[in-house]
């Protein structure tokens, strides 16, 4: 059986295992005894990269069916540090699985839209999770906090997705809600305001890393000093065109 290498960002964790992609967002987002359900977000590295910060070779090793032929669900071979140790010529992949199981693959593009507003809402994921405003577009916001961090606050490697703002990006005072799920939207309203000298400005430094997928404006970015990438996520349109049962169980 193929053992493939899996990078989970919720929680980060470099995982063997001889499930395909889609059988291993079932496994990691439904659950087992041993994790309570809920959404997956992993990447698919390539099977062959190694790094001497991980015991990839010896994780691969322990990756063997079970007694009665069963595929090898999961072998842990890190949590700790983990993205900033992957190359980005190692990811292959990335998937969002939704609470029951549905997932949905997405491919690099190096066609970054350009942006269409003044204001944007940044969702982090790893290794650190805030919820972050910002005047600078995605590439920009990378390279602040990678690249050439302003202050003394900088991580090694980052992944982050850019949230839909809707009338809150031209007005954040006044703009109707619309069906935008975010918490605590007054202070959200005024901290988009008040965007007026800083780059970047926090809404929430706790918040949970898990994301409703239908916010998701243009995609998921991940990047270290070396390189960016960027998953374009489809339109409303294409999802309910060609993955429906993903878009209908996103939106549940």
């Known amino acids: 059986m193929t053992v493939h290498l899996y990078l989970s960002l919720v929680p980060e964790a470099l995982i063997a295992s001889m499930l ?43 990756c063997v069916p079970h007694e009665d032929g069963a595929p090898k669900a999961s ?4 949590v ?8 980005m010529d190692a990811i292959q992949a990335l998937y969002l699985t ?3 199981g549905r997932t949905l693959k997405l491919e690099t593009s190096s066609d970054i839209p ?3 507003s003044r204001l944007h809402l940044y969702q982090e994921i790893a290794p650190v999770s805030p919820l972050v405003c910002s005047t600078l577009d995605p590439v920009k916001f990378y390279d602040l906090i990678v690249r050439n961090p302003a202050s003394l606050l900088t991580l090694p490697a980052i992944c982050f997705v850019d949230l839909r703002l809707g009338e809150l990006a031209e007005d ?7 069906d935008l ?9 005024e901290v988009l305001a008040s965007m007026k000298t800083k780059h970047t400005k926090m809404v929430d430094r706790t918040h949970s890393a898990t994301l409703a997928y239908r916010t998701i404006k243009t995609g998921v970015y991940v990047g270290n000093k070396e390189k960016l990438l960027f998953f374009p996520m489809p339109t409303q349109e294409e999802l309910k065109a060609h993955h429906y049962n993903w878009w209908r169980s996103a939106r549940m």
């Open 75 to 78: 072998i842990y071979i890190s």
């Open 20 to 62: 395909d992609p889609e059988e291993f967002g079932v496994y990691y987002a439904v659950g087992t005894e041993k994790k309570s359900r809920g959404q997956a977000i992993f990447f698919e590295i390539d099977p062959a990269y190694r790094n001497d910060f991980f015991a990839i070779e010896e994780g691969v090793q322990r």
């Open 80 to 87: 700790y540090r983990v993205l900033e140790h992957i190359s």
């Open 181 to 189: 799920p975010y918490d605590n939207i007054d202070h959200l309203r």
């Open 98 to 100: 939704t609470q029951d």
């Open 114 to 116: 350009a942006p269409t």
């Open 172 to 178: 954040p005072m006044g703009g109707a809600v619309g």
